[in-house]
């Protein structure tokens, strides 16, 4: 079965940091895309960022990157100085190229603080 | 372009009453999901649609949990009757696409309290 693994709960960090997010995930599938999503306090889902099994390369978009391995199953955000903007839950998501399920992680709170 | 949008907001209710949570998904998009935010269970998919058909209600918590849609722009979830442990924020999302190639659009959310 497959399974998204966010095990950092929560992570408080002061403006102007780097902080990395963590997701691991399981599957025995070679196709599968892997995403990230936003909850700021406001509420809505925000996509970020979807990736897809056969292409590990790390992206980058402005302050944010993903560093996305196979070898470790692994699919991590970093934030390169982060801004209290930044703050809210982040949520890793994995879905079968079979399938239409998203399935969630159980998101990491991140805060940032002045 | 307007996102997905869903109403109400906010809704408190009492335990036995009637539900009804209203989405309108993205013009275009051809899939719809129902998804349930709660502390303890996370983000859990209720039931999706693709060209307004019922494809997987696989999710759907019990039989006092029904979705409809009607037609392409608008889609409902009801609950009936209701309990305190349906309190939680149900989204809407569509997508463009059956296996939803594309990233998923979230409304903003109702959140539903059952006292």
């Known amino acids: 079965a497959q399974k998204v693994t966010q095990a950092q709960t929560e992570i408080s960090v002061v403006e102007k940091e780097d902080v990395t997010l963590d997701c691991v995930y399981e599957t025995r599938d070679t196709t599968y895309y892997l995403f990230w999503y936003k909850q700021p306090p406001s509420g809505e889902l925000v996509f970020l960022i979807r990736?897809?099994?056969?292409?590990?390369q790390n992206e980058i978009s402005g302050r944010y990157s993903w560093n996305f391995q196979k070898s470790t199953s692994s699919f991590n955000f970093t934030i390169t100085a982060s801004q209290v903007v930044d703050s809210a839950v982040y949520f890793c998501a994995f879905r079968m190229d079979s399938s239409y399920k998203l399935i969630f992680g159980s998101g990491t709170r991140l805060l940032v603080r002045p | 372009d307007a996102g997905v949008i869903q109403s109400p907001r906010h809704e408190v209710t009492e335990m036995g009453q009637e539900v009804t949570l209203r989405c309108k998904p993205i013009?275009?998009?051809?899939?719809l999901f129902w998804y349930r935010q709660t502390m303890m269970r996370g983000l859990e998919l209720l039931i999706y649609?693709?060209?307004?058909?019922?494809?997987?209600d696989s999710g759907m918590p019990e039989d006092r949990f029904s979705a409809k849609m009607p037609n392409a722009s608008f889609s409902t979830l009801k609950i009936q009757p209701s309990e305190p442990r349906d309190s939680a924020v149900y989204f809407c999302?569509?997508?463009?696409?059956?296996?939803?190639?594309?990233?998923?659009?979230f409304g903003e959310g109702s959140r539903l309290t059952v006292l």
């Open positions: 013009s275009g998009h051809n899939s």
């Open positions: 649609f693709n060209n307004n058909v019922p494809i997987d």
């Open positions: 990736r897809n099994s056969f292409d590990e």
């Open positions: 999302a569509s997508s463009l696409g059956l296996r939803a190639v594309g990233e998923l659009f």
